[in-house]
Nanobody
Framework: QVQVVESGGGLVQPGGSLRLSCGAS????????VGWYRQAPGKQRELVAT???????NYADSVKGRFTISKDNAKNTVILQMTSLKPEDTAVYYC??????????????WGQGTQVTVSS
């Protein structure tokens, strides 16, 4: 089983920044795509950003230009750098790792989430 762990959430003022980290451990052979999702109370879970194993990135329109998703190869993690944070960014942020435990077998793995609160 693959374990996914998010970290870096917290309380930040509007206009501030936070850096979220997603790490995967276990019997994973390769990673196809990693996505950051978020869910606020009373709202649907939404996709924030994705990055493929080859480094191709995509962003939701609501965060484009403010958030950056990247790979930290030294730590084998995926980073979500969030800047110019707004109160509407407040949510629990989840990391989803889609990878392979062999050349042919794929799986989708979720972390438990990390709380991001943007408030003055």
């Amino acid at each position: 089983q693959v374990q996914v762990v998010e970290s870096g959430g917290g309380l930040v003022q509007p206009g501030g920044s936070l850096r979220l980290s997603c790490g995967a451990s276990g019997n994973i052979f390769s990673i196809d795509v990693v996505g950051w999702y978020r869910q606020a109370p009373g709202k649907q879970r939404e996709l924030v950003a994705t990055i493929t194993g080859g480094g191709v990135t995509n962003y939701a329109d609501s965060v484009k230009g403010r958030f950056t998703i990247s790979k930290d190869n030294a730590k084998n993690t995926v980073i979500l750098q969030m800047t110019s944070l707004k109160p509407e960014d407040t949510a629990v942020y989840y990391c989803n790792v889609n990878g392979r435990t062999s050349f042919l077998r794929t799986g989708s793995y979720w972390g438990q989430g990390t709380q991001v609160t943007v408030s003055s």
